[in-house]
């Protein structure tokens, strides 16, 4: 064959390639979602959009295929989807940027927000006042425990009022070393060490939301001290030998090495991978303190700012949330019967302590991801990267918590050099120029005295 | 020493040398296999026999049909479609742009050549991330986003780390076979077609293979590029069976890992069949150049 002439057709052949972009579709409002699903859900969604069309004529372009750059090049060249997933880690930054729309703009009045749990409304607010995210998804935290083991040793089961100490005896009684080699096989308990923020609030610390700085108050110092001495004692398998061999939790709970495990509740996979009997109770409480459980919306829905339709991006969302199957029945809402559907769908469930978990986090606020400032905020990179190789430390023992305590001056002026880098960029809105700007003196007023 | 004690000194010492040798790479082997041997391991079980404790590198029983649920969960066979086609467009692109472009600069003479060469070399220190949104931006202002354009038309513009292996490989043709063409003749693109690029095999082979295997498995390009479900390719919609919505969602790690095996078939395939001309290439255009 004559090179040009492949050349040529090969050319031609490109250019005639299948073209789209963003139309209207029969004079509705067209929104892109960008759309974190898995292709089953993508087809469920997708066979829903024209009910929804028909009925508020807007129509809901799917893109299934996300990620931040993708996201981030879309917005540099000013192709936006209208409404796509962010953390709480992303969310302000964006909102800091302009970016995000606020949904207060398109929700006042609207009868949707009465049916909101009040945290998903505080969860997706920013340092600003902002609603910039509309939580699509909600957990708390549980202790998932092995009813045959309990049974075993003769154990109650753990109920809704139990506290820490009780559950360090139940621990201890669990915890078994039949070879006497002094490392036990089984351990009570086994807690990540990114829910120890949680236990920090239910130790009563009094943790400034939306603070762009970490601190260890004393309730925090006291509840890291706890946490460690479950290892101290061999209670729990070292952490840094849990995470060093990249064991899932609950491949822990699931082979029998722990007898208990902090883990999300709800948590599909834990629900429809564990073969054991299981049941599943509250965080503990700590003795004199009042009850907290953390719950969190996860994350959520944002609009962009840049929306030509914003109307419409906060009907799609609205849909996506409180009527798309694959949400449903959405924790975020309190109309809905969110533990009856779920009890419905794995009948593992009913008995479990689910529902009493569930009930309990909805009745005790116990925090959001707003407090936890060293996972969930704009700073938690920077802060986290001059944190860590403390708390490694920490959990190797070679030093104490009052160390981590005094290192945090240095980890904070890491985390101040970003928030300043920030306030030099010219994009950065008015209210979040003041929060920064406040930061930054309270820092400054730390360090003077 | 004797003849023979000498002989037997000499073979035991290659002896233990092969063996430590070929202990060493035993090792290396297993290094490599490891995770291609999870993969193969883990497609075969169920989600639960994933996370057993302790994990059963052979499952009681091959779970074949874990490859039949991939390809039903998604378009398989649609996604395998639109990966070949950009695959073999990508393919016929770097061919003809890499050897001509390598062609002239292994055997036009002209002024600024080596510079040309030089730049064209450069551009290879340049990391993705610095041109991906001024990339990005430029497809936006042609309107080819959710088209295979960005992901084909780049392959007719050459790449700098294929010309350069080309052009290693050209130079070291002798020139006498373009006089005689001359002699006969044959035009410059004549002596490129039925001169160098038959003669070119091997090397043509290496930068097939690996622009084979780079296009069929890249995922981030689809992903910045592609946006409709129709259009995507293999890696995008294996991506689309890990499940994100819910926070707490299960990643179906056995059916990822079927589809991870599938996809991963073709590359093993053409390996094997080009693996000859592979390695001939890699060494001649490598070392001799």
Known sequence: MKPHLLLTGTLIAASCLPGCGRQDVGGNAEVVYNCPANAADIDALKNEIPAFTAESHVNIKLNPFTGQDKLYAMMAAGQAPDIFYTNTTMRDRLAAEGRLLDLRTVSKGDPFVERLWPAVITNGTSPDSGWYSLGNWSFTLGVYYNRDLFDAAGLPYPDTAWTWETMRRLARRLTLDADGDGTPERFGIFIGSHFVEAIEQMNGAGIRPNTLLASLPDASAEAFEKYLSLMEEQLMPDIRRVQAMGMQPVQLLQSGRVAMLVEAVPHQMLIETLAIRWGVAPLPRFAGKPPKYFRTSSGGLSISSSTRFPEAAWQSVKWIVGKASIYQPNPVLRDLDFVGGWERRYPRLPGSGFREVWTLSLLHDGGDPRFFVRFSSWTSASILERLQPYLDRLWAREIGVNDVRTALPEINAHAARDLQDLLQREGIKPAFRRVIERELRSLERGAEQ | ?289
């Open chain 2, 1 to 289: 020493m004797t003849e023979n004690g000498r002989f037997g000194k000499v073979f035991w010492a290659a002896l233990s040398r092969y063996t430590v040798m070929y202990l060493l790479l035993g090792v290396l082997c297993l290094l490599f296999l490891a995770p291609f041997a999870w993969m193969l391991s883990v497609s075969g079980h169920d989600l639960a026999g994933v996370f057993a404790e302790p994990y059963r590198w052979i499952p009681d029983r091959y779970r074949w049909e874990n490859f039949g649920l991939v390809t039903s969960l998604l378009p398989f066979w649609r996604y395998a479609a639109n990966t070949l086609f950009i695959t073999v467009l990508v393919l016929i692109g770097t061919l003809l742009s890499c050897s001509l472009v390598a062609y002239g600069f292994s055997r036009i003479q002209f002024r600024g050549r080596d510079t040309l060469f030089a730049l064209c070399l450069s551009t290879m220190m340049l990391p993705g991330q610095v041109t991906m949104i001024p990339l990005y931006m430029l497809f936006v202002s042609l309107g080819w986003i959710d088209t295979y354009l960005p992901l084909i038309v780049p392959a007719f513009f050459g790449s700098p780390f294929y010309i350069f292996l080309l052009r290693q490989f050209f130079m070291t043709i002798p020139r006498e076979y373009d006089e005689a063409a001359v002699l006969d003749g044959a035009g410059r693109l004549r002596i490129y077609w039925s001169i160098i690029l038959p003669l070119a095999r091997p090397a043509l082979a290496v930068v097939a293979l690996f622009t084979f295997v780079g296009t069929w498995n890249d995922f981030f390009g689809p992903l910045i590029y592609l946006n409709s479900p129709e259009t995507a390719t293999l890696t995008l919609g294996l991506s689309m069976l890990k499940s994100q919505v819910v926070g707490t969602g299960a990643t179906q790690w056995h059916l990822l890992m079927a589809g991870a095996v599938l996809i991963m078939l073709p590359n093993v395939v053409i390996f094997f069949l080009a693996q000859k001309h592979f390695v001939k290439g890699i060494a001649v255009g490598g070392l001799r150049g």
